[in-house]
C-alpha cells in the first residue's frame, strides 16, 4: 500500500528476485516435464513465466516513479524480461523439436529473444507503469472536508518543502487542518508535518530556526487513488492514522482522505439512516426549549431526554408535532438512555445542574449528573454507533484571564468551581472515550442570556433586566470582572452549525461559543441594563463574591463554522424588557426560573 521512491538499491533488488525466480523455474522444468510430457510443458511453461511477470510488474507498481527513477525501473525491467524472452523461445523451441540442437539454435534465438522481448518490456513499463498511472477510483470518495474548505486548491495543505517550520506553523493554524502535506519543487510527495511534530520544533532549545527537514515525517503512509474506500479506512484504523494522502502513479499529492469523512460515508452505508433524527438531553431547559423548536424547524425529527426537572411547560406545545418524541428519563441511567437512542444519528448533551449555587448544593449529585453521566453517554453513544455527539461545557473552565487578555481554546484552564471542573472533566472524557465512528464535539458556551420558553433569571444579563424592572434597583459586586456573554438563540445556532459542518472539522474540535464583542465588565452589563430600564439605580458593593473573571476569543468557531452570533446583550436586554410588559413570565424571584430555588425545593 505505501509506496517508497524507487531506488538504485531496489533496481538491484528487483533484478535479483526476478532473476531468481526465472532459475527457479527452470530447475524445476525437467521434473515437471518428466512428469507432463513436453507438450503439455510447452504450455505450461509459458503461462508459469507470464503470471511470474504479471507478478512482479504488479510488485513495481508499489513504488513512486520520479522521472529520474523511470529509467531504471524501465532498464531493470526490460533486462528482466530480456532474460525471460530468451529462455522461454529456447526452451519451447527444443521442447517441440523447432530447435534441432540447443546449440545451433542458441544464436539465433538470443538474438530475437533480445529484440522481441526489449521491446515488448518497453511497450509494457511505459503502458502500464508509465503513462497511465492513474487508475481511476474503484469506490468515489467524497470528501466534504476537501470541498467545503478550500485551501487555495481545494484540498487540505498541500505545502512546498521550500517554505520554513514557521510558515509551515502558521499554514496549519489557519487552516481547519491540523496536518500539512509537503511536497517538493516538482509538485512530488515528500511528507507530512502534523501540529504535534511542530510543537516538538518549538520546544528544542536554541535559537536557530529549526530545519523543516528534519520536521517531516518521511514514513507516514501514503495510498494509490485506487484502492477502494473500505480498504482506505481499514488500513488507517489498523495504522491508527487519522489522514491519508493519496498520490498519483507519478507520485504527486492528489487529495488526503480523512478518517472521519470515510467514517461518515462507511458509516452512511451501513445504517442506511432514514432519516436524520438528532436527540437533545436536558431538551427541557433553558437553552434546550429553543435548540428543540429550530432543530424541528429546520426539518429534523427531534427526540427530548430529560428528568423535567425544570417541569414540562417549556415543551407541551410540541407534543402533536409529528417529528418529536419526549423520553421522560434520567441522563445517568443507562437503560433511559438506550431508549432515547433509538434512531439517532446525533446526540446534543445539555443535561447538567447548571451554575455554581446550584452545583455547591449536593456535590455528589452534582459529580454523579455533570461528569460521571457524560462518561456514560459517550459508551452508550459508541454502542448504539451514533454519528455525532455535541457537549455543551462552558468558558467558566478558563477560570480566569491574566489583566483581561484574550482567552482561546488553548489558553490554560483553571476552573475555579464544582460546577466548571465537571464541565472540563466531562470534555476529556469525552474526547479520550469517543472513537470512530462518533465524532465529537465540545461547545465553551460564555454566559448565556436572552429570553427562553423555560426563562432562567439566575444568570447575569437576565437577572440584573428583571431586577431593574421589578426593583427599580441593581447591585454590582465588585463588577470590574469580566465575562463573554452569548444569546440563547445564537447557541442554539452555533450548535446546529457544528451538527451541520463537515465531520472532519468538528471532530474532536473544541469551540468557544460567543462573540469577542460581547465580552464585558459586569459593571458595564449593569450600565446598559440601567438605560433600557429607565430610573435603575445601581448599588456597587466592593465584595466580590464570584471570582470568575475572564474575556474570550470566538475566531475559531467563526472561522471554521462560518457562524457568527448575531444578537448584543443590549438586544437581549430590551427582548427581556418586551416580554415582561407583554406579560410573558412572573416575578423573578419565583423558584420556577432559578436553578438553585428550585434543587433546594426538590
Ligand atoms: N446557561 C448558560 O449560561 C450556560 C453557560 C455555559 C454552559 N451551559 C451548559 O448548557 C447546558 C444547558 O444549560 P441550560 O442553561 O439550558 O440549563 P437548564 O438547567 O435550563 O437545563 C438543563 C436541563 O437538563 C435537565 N436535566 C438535569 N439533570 C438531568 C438528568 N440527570 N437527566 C436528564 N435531564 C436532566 C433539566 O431538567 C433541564 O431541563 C448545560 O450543560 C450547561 O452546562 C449553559
Known amino acids: 500500500m505505501s509506496r517508497r521512491r524507487y531506488s538504485y538499491l531496489q533496481a538491484v533488488v528487483d533484478l535479483a528476485a526476478f532473476q531468481l525466480v526465472i532459475w527457479a523455474i527452470i530447475f524445476l522444468r525437467s521434473p515437471l516435464t518428466a512428469l507432463h510430457g513436453r507438450t503439455v510443458m510447452a504450455a505450461l511453461f509459458p503461462t508459469m513465466i507470464a503470471l511470474v511477470m504479471v507478478g512482479l510488474l ?111 506553523k502558521r499554514a496549519i493554524e489557519g487552516s481547519p487542518y491540523d496536518f500539512a502535506v509537503i511536497i517538493d519543487g516538482g509538485g512530488y510527495y515528500v511528507g507530512t508535518v502534523n501540529d504535534g511534530d511542530i510543537i516538538e520544533a ?43 494522502p493519496l498520490l498519483s502513479g507519478e507520485g504527486k499529492p492528489r487529495r488526503v482522505i480523512l478518517l472521519s469523512d470515510l467514517d461518515a460515508k462507511y458509516h452512511d452505508t451501513l445504517q442506511a439512516r432514514q432519516s436524520d433524527r438528532v436527540l437533545v438531553i436536558g431538551g427541557a431547559g433553558y437553552i434546550g426549549s429553543v435548540l428543540t423548536r429550530y432543530l424541528l424547524m429546520r426539518g429534523y425529527q427531534v427526540s427530548v431526554l430529560d428528568n423535567l426537572m425544570c417541569g414540562y411547560d417549556a415543551l407541551r406545545e410540541l407534543d402533536n408535532h409529528p417529528a418529536y418524541r419526549f423520553y421522560r428519563g434520567d441522563a445517568r441511567n443507562v437503560q433511559d438512555l438506550l431508549t432515547a437512542i433509538v434512531d439517532v444519528d446525533s446526540v446534543i448533551h445539555l443535561a447538567a445542574i447548571v451554575g455554581d449555587p446550584a452545583c455547591a448544593l449536593d456535590p455528589r449529585t452534582t459529580i454523579d449528573i455533570n461528569y460521571e453521566a457524560s462518561k456514560v453517554l459517550v459508551d452508550t453513544c459508541l454502542y448504539k454507533k451514533v454519528n455525532r455527539l455535541l457537549f455543551a461545557s462552558s468558558c467558566s473552565v478558563y477560570g480566569a484571564s491574566k489583566n483581561g487578555e484574550l482567552l482561546t481554546e488553548e489558553s490554560p484552564l483553571n476552573p475555579v468551581s464544582l460546577y466548571a471542573e465537571t464541565r472540563l472533566r466531562s470534555e476529556e472524557a469525552i474526547l479520550n472515550q469517543a472513537a470512530p465512528p462518533l465524532a465529537v464535539t465540545m461547545f465553551r458556551l460564555a454566559t448565556v442570556f436572552g429570553f427562553s420558553y423555560r426563562p432562567r433569571f439566575d444568570l447575569v444579563v437576565n437577572l440584573l433586566t428583571a431586577r431593574a424592572l421589578y426593583d427599580g434597583e441593581i447591585s454590582i459586586f465588585g463588577g470590574s470582572q469580566w465575562r463573554p456573554n452569548v444569546h440563547v438563540r445564537d447557541v442554539v445556532t452555533g450548535f446546529v452549525a457544528g451538527l451541520e459542518a463537515p465531520r472532519g472539522v468538528v471532530d474532536r474540535q473544541i469551540f468557544n461559543l460567543g462573540s469577542e464583542r460581547e465580552n464585558y465588565r459586569i459593571s458595564q452589563l449593569g450600565e446598559m441594563v440601567a438605560r433600557a430600564v429607565p430610573g435603575t439605580s445601581i448599588k456597587t458593593v466592593d465584595a466580590e463574591i464570584d471570582r470568575r473573571d475572564y474575556r474570550v476569543a470566538f475566531d475559531k468557531i467563526e472561522k471554521a463554522l462560518s457562524w457568527k452570533a448575531q444578537v448584543s446583550v443590549p438586544q437581549g436586554i430590551q427582548e427581556i424588557v418586551d416580554a415582561y410588559h407583554q406579560g410573558k413570565f412572573g416575578h423573578y424571584s419565583e423558584k420556577r426560573y432559578s436553578n438553585v430555588k428550585l434543587l433546594q425545593n426538590a
Request: glycine share 8%; aromatic share 10%; no cysteine.
Open 202 to 244: 518549538d520546544l528544542k532549545p536554541g535559537n536557530e530556526p529549526f530545519p523543516l527537514a528534519q520536521l517531516i515525517d518521511r514514513t507516514h503512509p501514503v495510498a494509490d487513488e485506487n484502492l477502494s474506500a473500505g480498504r482506505m479506512r481499514q488500513i488507517m484504523i489498523d495504522r491508527n492514522l487519522r489522514f491519508l
Open 58 to 168: 504488479a510488485a513495481f507498481r508499489q513504488y513512486r516513479l520520479r522521472p529520474r527513477d523511470r529509467f531504471w525501473r524501465q532498464f531493470t525491467a526490460a533486462f528482466n524480461v530480456v532474460t525471460l524472452g530468451f529462455l522461454i523461445v529456447v526452451i519451447i523451441g527444443v521442447d517441440l523439436g523447432v530447435i534441432p540442437t540447443l546449440e545451433r539454435g542458441l544464436l539465433l534465438f538470443l538474438l530475437l529473444g533480445l529484440v522481441a522481448a526489449t521491446a515488448a518490456s518497453r511497450v509494457v513499463t511505459y503502458l502500464w507503469l508509465g503513462r497511465r498511472p492513474d487508475f481511476s477510483f474503484k469506490e468515489p470518495v467524497i470528501l466534504k472536508s476537501a470541498n467545503g474548505h478550500k485551501n487555495g486548491d481545494g484540498s487540505p495543505l498541500i505545502l512546498p518543502d521550500s517554505l520554513t517550520v514557521e510558515e509551515i
